[in-house]
């Protein structure tokens, strides 16, 4: 998997931004997200029961995200087909807002996503700087749902370009160090 100070790979994929009859798939690529702040999650599988929770949950922080200036994607190796079915059936996920990508292959290998076990996407989360730089990555097991507010929390100490301290909180303050003389 990629660790902080790692290039993010350039990417090409589909993915399925809504469920209207005619506009339920789209071309995403990195090149698309050059300058900004990415939040790029990924879950395991459709159809399963831990992962409707965290894609609802970074649903409903859309707006934070885009507040503070960052763009929000998620996606599994499943393809857009199976997202669009997915989002079809489970009535939490057919209003979601950003998209759920197809995690392909050569992306699933480029950030190192694939759990080895069970060849499917980790339950990952990368926050990539507007320089195309990794600054954040973290991964839970497969069964265990990761806390989108501290995604947020860890977003908002990466924007301020300063040291912050454990369980610190946008509008805290921030470390100095002192050199000792």
């Known amino acids: 998997m990629l660790t902080p100070g790692s290039k993010a790979p350039e990417f090409t994929t589909k993915a399925c931004v809504g469920i209207e009859k005619g506009k339920e798939f789209a071309d995403i690529s990195s090149k698309q997200f050059e300058g900004k702040w990415v939040v790029f999650y990924t879950y395991p599988k459709d159809f399963t029961f831990v992962c409707p929770t965290e894609i609802v949950e970074f649903d409903k922080k859309t707006k934070d995200f885009a507040d503070r200036g ?85 977003l908002d100490g990466l924007q301020t370009d300063e040291l912050c301290p454990c369980n610190w909180k946008k509008g805290e303050e921030t470390l100095t160090a002192k050199l000792k003389k």
């Open 70 to 154: 960052a763009v929000l994607i998620g996606g599994s190796t499943d393809n857009e087909f199976s997202h669009l079915a997915w989002r079809q059936q489970h009535a939490d996920l057919k209003g979601i807002k950003h998209p759920l990508l197809f995690v392909n292959p050569s992306m699933a290998q480029g950030f190192g996503l694939l759990q080895p076990q069970a060849g499917v996407a980790l339950r990952a989360t990368f926050i990539v700087d507007p320089q195309g730089t990794v600054r954040y990555a973290s991964a839970n097991d497969l069964s265990v749902g990761r806390n989108v507010d501290e995604v947020l929390r860890v």
